[in-house]
């Protein structure tokens, strides 16, 4: 009997990883953070998949957090911000024998999980793979990506991968997440907060080209410093690649802003920040678009962290 697959964070992210391994016949349950959403939920019958063009329904069950059930096996698929909450909220089903798949933004989050759920092991995640909601409990699959996850405490793949090979889920285990999550944190900062600041869809930063070749040289400067030489290299050029091949999509952050969201930029910009003064290196120009960031956030009345 395969192993309960219990998805915390009802995003596109999460939705999309559930409504593909109750596709596959694996066993899924939906972890909702009250009995209210719980409702709603339950109304709604389950998740809808848009994939291209076809919407399909999953009536994946539904349970709220303090459910008495453990859990072996949970996928943290909500923002980084809400990471540590979540888990909390969760930490009395679980055990030394739980794994944890950890699909949050930038760096930071991870660490502060971990630190709840000290007997747990904790699999990070980075994914490229594109999804977004058009309504309550539906999800539209919008781009193909790979999701790369690692352990780097316990480097031995875990045997349930399979079930991501039956789910269509394209990913790949290594033995150096963390370059993967300091490669994808490079990228977000020199991206998405520009497309913010700009206001303009990712090809619009083709029009800031110095500003961006200023940051790229600044997080370079930055990986290096923190020993992720790997992590460094060619960044630039692969931030101009993303730019081009994403020109007609907003970014994530873009997003957040526009729907009056909290953004994930403690994990990001101010994570990236906060290390380089840790190793007392000047990035005057990605501190300067932190503190930019910051003060148009509060402009709209969202929070600045």
Request: hydrophobic residues 40%.
């Amino acid at each position: 009997m395969s192993t309960t697959w219990h998805v915390l964070g009802a995003g596109s992210l999460g939705m999309l990883w559930a409504t593909r391994l109750a596709r596959a016949g694996l066993p899924v349950r939906l972890v909702l953070r009250n009995e209210q959403r719980l409702q709603a939920y339950q109304a709604a019958g389950g998740l809808t998949l848009v994939e291209q063009g076809q919407a399909r329904h999953y009536p994946v069950p539904g349970q709220t957090a303090d459910a008495p059930e453990p859990i072996k096996r949970l996928l943290l698929a909500c923002k980084a911000y809400d990471a540590e909450a979540a888990v909390a909220s969760v930490a009395h089903r679980l055990s030394a024998d739980s794994e944890l798949i950890l699909l949050q933004n930038g760096l930071g989050s991870q660490d502060a999980v971990a630190n709840r759920v000290p007997l747990a092991r904790c699999i990070s995640a980075s994914s490229t793979e594109g999804a977004f909601r058009d309504g309550d409990w539906r999800v539209v699959f919008a781009g193909h990506g790979y999701t790369w996850l690692g352990d780097p405490a316990h480097p031995v793949a875990p045997v349930w991968l399979d079930d991501l090979t039956a789910a269509g889920i394209p990913h790949e285990w290594t033995a150096d997440i963390l370059t993967r999550l300091w490669r994808k944190l490079a990228l977000n900062c020199a991206i998405n907060p520009l497309t913010v600041l700009h206001h303009c869809k990712n090809g619009g930063l083709q029009a800031h080209h110095c500003e961006v070749a200023t940051l790229c040289a600044e997080l370079t400067d930055l990986l290096e410093r923190c020993g992720q030489p790997m992590a460094a290299e060619d960044l630039q050029p692969e931030v101009e690649r993303v730019i081009q091949a994403t020109a007609a999509n907003y970014s994530s952050m873009y997003q957040d802003v526009a729907n009056g969201r909290r953004t994930e930029i403690s994990y990001l910009l101010g994570h990236a920040c906060k290390v380089a003064e840790r190793h007392r290196l000047a990035l005057p120009h990605l501190e300067q678009v932190r503190q930019r960031l910051i003060a148009h956030l509060h402009n709209l009345g969202l929070p600045g962290d």
